[in-house]
């Protein structure tokens, strides 16, 4: 039997992934950023971790992985493992991510104006959508979607916390249309 003492719990499982059996685990806050690249997961059953054979993972974002594990081909089957702890070999979990002295979600609350509109008011949230992360706000009403690219920022002042955008002629527009 495999000992919890020696391995590595990162996460559990949150939900299946579609219908295949691809199934999405949920990592712990301190291994966001991690990227493992395992052979096999652990799976706490029971009280008992059972091996599962990796076929396929991916990285969704900082705290998401999807996988594909042998034996678990449809959704039915994931349901059955849903919420179960996921453990790993310690020297699999990959290298520790590059802290950054900066992350876009600590973008929200941050007053947005834009050079041609002026003040549309402060970020509500933010879309970490991979290679398109989103600011969203609302003005006049309306939720404003905005791209976080260096093209269209022109500051950002994280003691004042305002960010000051040049955003592309007639997105904004749009949306108030």
């Known amino acids: 039997m495999i000992e919890k003492s020696k391995l590595l719990k990162i996460g559990s499982l949150a939900k299946p992934h579609g219908v295949t059996g691809e199934m999405l685990i949920r990592l712990l806050p301190e291994w966001h950023g991690y990227e493992p690249d395992p052979d096999f997961l652990f799976i706490d059953l029971q009280g008992g971790l059972v091996p599962f054979e990796v076929h396929a993972i991916r990285y969704r974002n900082d705290q998401d992985l999807l996988v594909i594990l042998d034996t678990i081909s449809t959704e039915e089957k994931a349901r059955r493992v849903q919420s179960a702890d996921v453990y790993i070999d310690p020297e699999e979990l990959g290298q520790e991510p590059a802290h950054t002295e900066f992350s876009i979600h600590q973008l929200v ?31 006049k009403e ?36």
Request: charged content about 25%; cysteine-free; aromatic content about 8%.
């Open 109 to 139: 609350g941050f007053e947005v104006t834009d050079k041609n509109m002026g003040a549309l008011g402060p970020i509500r949230s933010v879309a970490d959508i991979q290679n398109n992360p989103l600011i969203e706000l609302f003005y």
């Open 142 to 177: 309306r939720e404003i979607l905005v791209p976080i690219h260096s093209e269209f920022i022109v500051r950002i002042d994280m003691e004042k916390r305002q960010m000051d955008i040049d955003a592309p002629a007639g997105l904004i527009e749009l949306y108030l249309e």
